[in-house]
């Protein structure tokens, strides 16, 4: 962590006379926005938005009849959670959600992604809903519509009622599948009067192999790889299960799609051979959960790749599970491979990524922002869609509050401005790239990291819950109010 730098000393450094200059952020700070650039912006009408979910802020785990969950019981065992916090608390977003959403509103953003805690709503997955649960999802809902902003209601982001893992071990059985879908069903017909477009599940790339492969999320479990093929398949089984419901129950014109961390590729170098090699390679690395999404087949490399270890399935689940989707939603942070073309295999070659490749405040998070770029590009073009949302795209960083109150991040400022150059450089050539939720408002619990990794715009203090503009809120609110990356 660097040392907190004073008014002065940080006047000095800028170059500023301190007598000159009341406050570097005030000469610095777009309050009113800079006047709009010449040159190319996003598209009218792009949709810019910010993210959370629910364990990660709401808090009240035990209040108005929440169940548990299945990361209530993971957080108390030792060692899981790094700096040792859980989200019993949180950003006690269940009280100050009015607050919240006047910090999404000062950004000028015209969406909110938020996710609905399946064990508020169903406390044990299945049976009686709880009224008093669901009700504060009505309550967030009014009072996103009468601020202006549109809500994007995400029906899973990891928080799976305990009840379920007890009874059938959770994604590991296809009953949890059928009890979603009747969940998704409950949710779409008493929220879609106001909601209009729904992700199901937030990143099956991530819960099913860490949560059951590797152990380091909920629910903790290490099973051999074919169950961890076989979970795979369960969660692109729940997902065509809630978009089926979705339909059968919600409101005519409801749009639904998913929201994956894809499996990031883009070419090493751009000739017209490792673009295509990147296109092949973005098919394959997501062949398990995207792919079989988008195309109701699971490909032969894939199947063969896994061997035995292939999952179990019947051609009706594959219809299921290829149900057509209205958008694509993908959660893009980080170049997971760098590809060249090859004339072995599949025709394409990930290859090995330097350690000294650069990265964020989080190890993982490598500074790739053409990813953002090719990405949706090859993605359009292999499954031949015309909406996609960038479901997530965001940084932690080093966060510090300075003497003088002020959160100067510009780390994550460059993160974004870059990640956002390169977005809009794809909206330009007319990938339909529709909008952009940025993860994330707040600082808020980071899964694995605690409260350690602060994602946020605004900077969290969790004894206080006081809420901090970070620099970061200026740079989002100048680039929604222009319409343009700021570049
Ligand atoms: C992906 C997850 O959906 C979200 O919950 C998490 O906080 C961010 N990435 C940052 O790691």
Known sequence: ??????RRQFAKLAGLSAAGVASPLEALEVKPVSPPRSGNGFPAGFLWGTATSSYQVEGAVNEDGRGASIWDKFVRIPGKIEDGTNGDRANEHYQRYKEDVALIKELG???YRFSVAWPRVFPDGDGKPNLKGLDFYNRLIDELLKNGIE???????W?????????????????TCKIFGDYAAYVAKHLTDRVKNVFTLNESGRFVYFGYGIGIDAPGLTLPQAEVNQIRHNSALAHGLAVQAVRAHGRRGTRVGPAENIDACAPAIDTPENVRAAGIALREMNAGYLNVIMTGKYTDAFLKFAGPNAPKYTDAELKIISSPVDFLGLNIYAPQHYVVASDQGAGFMPLPIPKSFPHMNSDWL????????WVPKLAAKIWKTDAIYISENGTSSDDVITADGKIYDTDRIMYLRNYLAQLQRATTEGVPVRGYFLWS???????????NKRFGLYHVNFDTQVRTPKLSASFYRNVIANNAAGV
């Open 151 to 157: 809500p994007w209601l995400t029906l899973y982001h």
């Open 441 to 451: 408002l707040m600082d808020n619990f980071e899964w694995v990291y605690g409260l």
């Open 159 to 175: 928080d799976l009622p305990q009840s379920l893992q007890d009874r059938f071990g959770g994604w590991r059985s296809t009953e």
């Open 109 to 111: 953003c015209k969406a």
């Open 366 to 373: 490598r500074v790739g922002p053409e990813t953002i770029y």
């Open 1 to 6: 962590m660097s040392d907190p730098v004073s």
